[in-house]
T-cell receptor, first 113, second 115 residues
Framework: DAGVIQSPRHEVTEMGQEVTLRCKPI?????LFWYRQTMMRGLELLIY????????DSGMPEDRFSAKMPNASFSTLKIQPSEPRDSAVYFC???????????FGPGTRLTVT | SQQGEEDPQALSIQEGENATMNCSYK?????LQWYRQNSGRGLVHLIL?????REKHSGRLRVTLDTSKKSSSLLITASRAADTASYFC???????????????FGAGTRLAVHP
């Protein structure tokens, strides 16, 4: 298995632009998590999906952030409009279900100038 | 705010030495997990210790848990240069309403093992 796949690996964009991060979870996993990692706040859970349905989005910082999971093999995290303070590494993780070990993707390093 | 706090923030040792990292947390937990993150990579799960366990081993890793002190330690024995990475503890909160375990990560310990 290829593991959790994220794209792009690096994204540099200007303030105000829309950014879309993509994730392909491990086949057969029904739970998907989006995390953000910064020096100041560490690793934070943004949103949790189970069977493609958003279950807990309490970690989404503000309305500029949105996440979708149209099917079991694909999820997106969108930031519109982006701001410099959104610069971080965004990780996607998947698990067999919400209570099992989480497998992390390599992350997308986002820089907003 | 973060649940777990690692100590030390950074650790530099020579190959062959043991490395000990500590984690403290604030509230009751179901279990505690340790993850490793190599530079520029995602997190890799190392070991999970349940709240009713006091010690657990996996290869060169030894994890202890003291629920009375709300603390855990990760010991890496006979360290190697390849162990150079950041290590994070994560406490697990059972989100009954959401039906999942929420991981709350600490700030991590940066370990450097020199050949």
């Amino acid at each position: 298995d290829a593991g959790v796949i994220q794209s792009p690996r690096h994204e540099v964009t200007e303030m105000g632009q829309e950014v879309t991060l993509r994730c392909k979870p491990i086949s057969g996993h029904n739970s998907l998590f989006w995390y953000r990692q910064t020096m100041m706040r560490g690793l934070e859970l943004l949103i949790y999906f189970n069977n493609n349905v958003p279950i807990d989005d309490s970690g989404m910082p503000e309305d500029r952030f949105s996440a979708k999971m149209p099917n079991a093999s694909f999820s997106t995290l969108k930031i519109q409009p982006s701001e410099p303070r959104d610069s971080a590494v965004y990780f996607c993780a998947s698990s067999l279900d919400g209570f099992y070990e989480q497998y992390f993707g390599p992350g997308t390093r986002l820089t907003v100038t | 705010s973060q649940q777990g706090e690692e100590d030390p923030q950074a650790l530099s040792i020579q190959e062959g030495e043991n490395a000990t990292m500590n984690c403290s947390y604030k509230t009751s937990i179901n279990n505690l997990q340790w993850y490793r993150q190599n530079s520029g990579r995602g997190l890799v799960h190392l070991i999970l210790i349940r709240s009713n366990e006091r010690e657990k081993h996996s290869g060169r890793l030894r994890v202890t848990l003291d629920t009375s002190k709300k603390s855990s330690s990760l010991l890496i024995t006979a360290s190697r240069a390849a162990d150079t990475a950041s290590y994070f503890c994560a406490t697990t909160l059972n989100m009954f309403s959401g039906g999942y375990n929420k991981l709350i990560f600490g700030a991590g310990t940066r370990l450097a093992v020199h050949p």
